[in-house]
């Protein structure tokens, strides 16, 4: 039942706010499930961003993972889809939201002291932004990682990864047919400069 209402208040979001939702269906599991297994969970003391979790596709893999010492920070600006994400998850101590703008992940981290991060997770409809809002999250996910952070996006096209490359070393890109509609799971790295 939870999973109707999920959809159902996605595809109101995406006719309300088209422009910060970007696709008319919530990510598949399938999906989900092929973007959290780029995330080591083994490593100590995870710190993972997700931009823009929506309805909470991603959150609802990467939460039954968590372990103690990691930390999800959930950044989204719809309020709707806040208040959801606060009933389903705010028995996990691990996990913060924050309303707010992924442009401003660098204040956000400040304010939550955190200092690295080891994967950012994103939901965000680049190709339904506008050029500059898109630019400037790619500036600020870039100053955000260190060498051995992932920034793991998903696209319905190829469109982007020109862009992207402008950005970052593109490690993994793969196809994945089991969504509506079918999506690219892009996985990048921030460029090695000793190189």
């Known amino acids: 039942m939870s999973k109707i209402k999920d959809h159902i208040e996605f595809i109101y979001q995406f006719f309300n706010k088209p422009s910060l939702v970007g696709a008319i269906m919530p990510s598949s599991k399938f999906l989900a499930r092929n973007i959290v297994n780029f995330i080591n969970f083994k490593r100590k003391n995870l710190v993972i961003i997700e931009y823009g979790p929506g309805t909470g596709p991603f959150t609802s893999e990467i939460v039954k993972k968590l372990k103690d010492g990691d930390k999800l920070l959930l950044i989204e600006q719809n309020k709707k889809f806040i208040e959801n994400l606060v009933q389903k998850y705010n028995r996990y101590q691990q996990l913060t939201i924050i309303e707010g703008s992924v442009s401003n992940v660098k ?3 400040e304010e939550n002291k955190i200092k690295q991060v080891d994967y950012i997770v994103s939901g965000i409809p680049f190709s339904s932004i506008p050029k500059e809002v898109t630019l400037d999250i790619m500036e600020n996910t870039q100053s955000i990682m260190n060498n051995q ?18 950005y970052f070393e593109i490690v993994s890109k793969k196809f994945i047919l089991r969504n509506v509609p079918s999506a690219y799971i892009i996985c990048m790295k921030k460029f090695n400069l000793k190189k």
């Open 149 to 166: 952070s992932l920034f793991i996006t998903f696209q319905y096209s190829t469109l982007k990864l020109k862009l992207f490359k402008r």
């Open 107 to 109: 204040t956000i981290l």
